[in-house]
């Protein structure tokens, strides 16, 4: 096929870009680098000389995505870019509403307009676990018909994105010109390639298992639990985990199985809840450093727990975790970010 990808440069997004071509897809990488990196650019254009581009631009610039569709006869996108730290869009909610849903409905806009109005095929869109918010007894493990109520600012941006795109999907529909529409509602993510290429590399870094690697590693000299007193068993939030190739591999899934005119959206989550206290355990086993770690206060927007219930993607996508150790997922992250002191930047300073 042929593929956009927004926020290209980014995290998932590059990591998305290295298995698209990998499987011999054609790809066009779409990033401002607001917090996304040149070098996987670079290193994906050198690997993949014609089968991959890289666009400096906003996802929210209609012509230069109508633009970019065209030229490069792509039929699907896939919509990462987006700003997304829970707490940063607590403090900056009109920032992450114009962001992730202005410059989301531009991106619409200039999908709808590309061939002649035709429009793309398909639309994957990395939507979050964090439009369930705290979901109400019973519906943890969350299965993907568990109500949406966010509970930050972030989840909310997520949950009207997902509205917006199912009422394009109607409109598409009326026109006998559907499209295939599929959410992904992702847990938490973590780890690198496994080739050693590509990792997490974010400024700033908020995550708990960079985070906890970086006080690991010495480049800080201890991190804060946010909350130790909720109603969970050790007083600590509850996440799932998942990790970065497999999350792709729920997209790859996705993209091959959907047809024109499903709207559907899958839970991308190993099925296994582990708490704050529990991620910093692993981290220090696998790093063998036992680092300083001070309780804090609880972080606005913050759920209490959150992990998945697989059911419906394994058996819609046939889609299961491969890792699902807690210690594999903090070792592929480990290690990238061990040989990447400096993230990126650290190969311009070898
Ligand atoms: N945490 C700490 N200390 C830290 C960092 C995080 O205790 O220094 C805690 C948080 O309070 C939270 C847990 O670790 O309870 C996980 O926090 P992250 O910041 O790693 O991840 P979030 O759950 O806040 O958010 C991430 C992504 C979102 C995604 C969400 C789904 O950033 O895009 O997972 O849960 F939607």
Wanted: aromatic share 8%.
């Amino acid at each position: 096929m042929r593929i956009l990808v927004t926020g290209g440069a980014g995290y998932i997004g590059s990591h998305a870009c290295q298995r698209l071509l990998k499987d011999g897809h054609r790809v066009v990488a779409l990033d401002n680098l607001f917090r996304g990196h040149r070098e996987p650019m670079d290193m994906l254009k050198s690997a993949h000389q014609t089968e991959f581009d890289f666009i400096e631009a906003d996802l929210g610039n209609q012509d230069i995505v109508t633009k970019t569709l065209e030229t490069h006869d792509l039929d699907t996108v896939m919509h990462f870019g987006a700003l997304a730290y829970v707490g940063e869009s607590v403090e900056n909610p009109l920032w992450y509403y114009r962001n992730n849903i202005s410059s989301g409905i531009s991106l619409l806009d200039g999908c709808d307009a590309a061939f002649g109005g035709s429009g793309i095929k398909r639309f994957i869109f990395s939507s979050s676990c964090a439009t369930y918010g705290d979901p109400p007894e019973g519906m943890i493990p969350v299965p993907e018909h568990c109500p949406q109520s966010p509970t930050s600012p972030y989840g909310f941006t997520k949950l009207h994105f997902e509205h917006i795109l199912k009422d394009y999907a109607i409109k598409r529909a009326m026109q006998d010109n559907p499209i295939a529409l599929t959410m992904m509602r992702y847990f938490n993510v973590a780890g690198s390639d496994r080739t050693g290429m590509l990792g997490e590399d974010h400024t700033p870094e908020t995550h708990l298992i960079p985070v906890a690697i970086d006080a690991a590693l010495g480049k800080r000299d201890s991190m804060s639990i946010f909350g130790t007193d909720y109603p969970t068993p050790d007083g600590t939030n509850i996440r799932d985990y998942v990790h970065v190739e497999d999350l792709i591999s729920a997209h790859a899934l996705a993209m091959d199985s959907t047809q024109l005119g499903d709207v559907d959206a899958f839970n991308v989550g190993i099925g296994k809840g582990y708490s704050v206290r529990e991620i910093l355990d692993s981290v220090k086993r696998v790093s063998g450093v036992d680092f300083a770690v001070h309780d804090a206060p609880k972080r606005a927007g913050d759920a209490i727990a959150l992990y998945n219930d697989p059911t419906k993607i394994k058996s819609k996508l046939g889609w299961e975790a491969q890792i699902t150790e807690i210690d594999e997922v903090v070792s592929s992250a480990f290690n990238w970010l061990k040989a990447h002191p400096n993230g990126y930047a650290s190969k311009q300073h070898a």
